[in-house]
């Protein structure tokens, strides 16, 4: 268990709420781009799609809609991931930038007791692709273009990609120093 448990959060000056682990896949994508969150089981919509962005290491600036109990929630909602997630194995459907199909299962694993630090990423895999794909199958596409010598494009390819991405790498250190800065 975390030494953290059971210390008061400096955002609200009481007892924070129940940390929820939360394991967040993009859908469709093989090999599998994935992580494992902690963040407060208080949190609203609008604040988990914040830990999401800064999670997966998008840019935050596209729409997103949010899937639950057999229906789309609202942005802005006032609910709570608490009253969305009641045990683990429940599940949520989170799509960043619609229009794109960003598509993530996001899976309540465990609900421990409180901790002040929320939230942090304690696992992943896998680099979160280019906004400008028009969805995973277009990100498939364009590995495959980078990997083929002979495509024409290919240098258009890496400077629009940048020369140093690595679709393999996660930077746990990164993305926490992302979700950091938050204040949810």
Partial sequence: MNSRVGQINPMNNGPTAAAYRLHVELSDSDPPIWRQVWVSGAVSLDELHRVLVAAMGWSGQEDYVVKGQGRALG??????????????????????????????????????????????????????????????????????????????????????????????????????????????
């Fill in 75 to 184: 942005v802005g909602e006032a609910r709570s991931l608490a009253t969305l997630l009641l045990q683990p194995g429940d599940t949520l459907l989170y799509n960043y930038a619609p229009a794109l199909g960003w598509l993530h299962k996001i899976t309540l694993e465990t609900i421990d007791p409180s901790d002040s630090s929320l939230p942090y990423c304690t696992a992943g895999e896998r680099r979160c692709p280019p906004e400008f794909c028009q969805g995973v199958w277009d990100y498939f596409e364009l590995l495959e273009r980078l990997e083929d010598s002979s495509e024409p494009d290919i240098d258009a390819l890496w400077q629009r990609i940048g020369y140093d991405f690595d679709p393999e790498a996660f930077d746990l250190a990164a993305t926490n120093q992302r979700m950091q800065g938050l204040a949810v």
